[in-house]
């Protein structure tokens, strides 16, 4: 069994905790980091970790991929935008971008994100509550 991690790096907490973790205890953040961790991100941006080298090569299918979604209730389920692949040592992260144009609000209550990995989906839920960060949703 294969163990991926789904994340949200177009959020504001994961970006700054991966600004924080490439800087060295106590360093102060570059003013050039704190405008791009300022900024606004044109794309829900989602990443699957952990797909190993070997797999990653037979999904990289552009129909099959093209076919991963954001499910949002009863809305029109936002479609994928773009694609990047990562290399690691011995594994592949995955960037999924999604279209802000019908952005995703607080009264969607729950988002799953459903992405179509070859004979793989991957899907998870993610309950909005759990992603307000400071009074604001940060997706």
Excluded: C
């Excluded at 829900?44 to 797999?55: E, T």
């Excluded at 954001?70 to 040592?89: N, V």
């Excluded at 009264?107 to 991957?122: P, S």
């Amino acid at each position: 069994m294969i163990t991926l991690n789904i994340s949200w790096r177009s959020a504001l907490p994961l970006k700054q905790a991966l600004v924080k973790s490439r800087m060295t205890s106590g360093a102060e953040v570059p003013q050039e980091l704190q405008k791009g961790l300022a900024q606004e991100e044109p794309h829900y941006v989602i990443v699957v970790s952990g797909l190993p080298l070997q797999m990653a090569r037979t999904i990289q299918n552009p129909e099959q991929i093209k076919q991963s979604v954001l499910r949002r209730g009863k809305k029109q389920p936002i479609s994928l935008a773009g694609i990047d692949f990562q290399p690691r040592t011995q594994s592949v992260d995955i960037i999924f971008a999604f279209s802000k144009t019908d952005p995703i609000t607080a009264d969607d209550k729950d988002i799953e994100v459903v992405l179509k990995l070859g004979q793989i989906e991957a899907k998870k839920k993610f309950n909005l509550k759990d992603m307000v960060y400071k009074g604001k949703l940060e997706l």
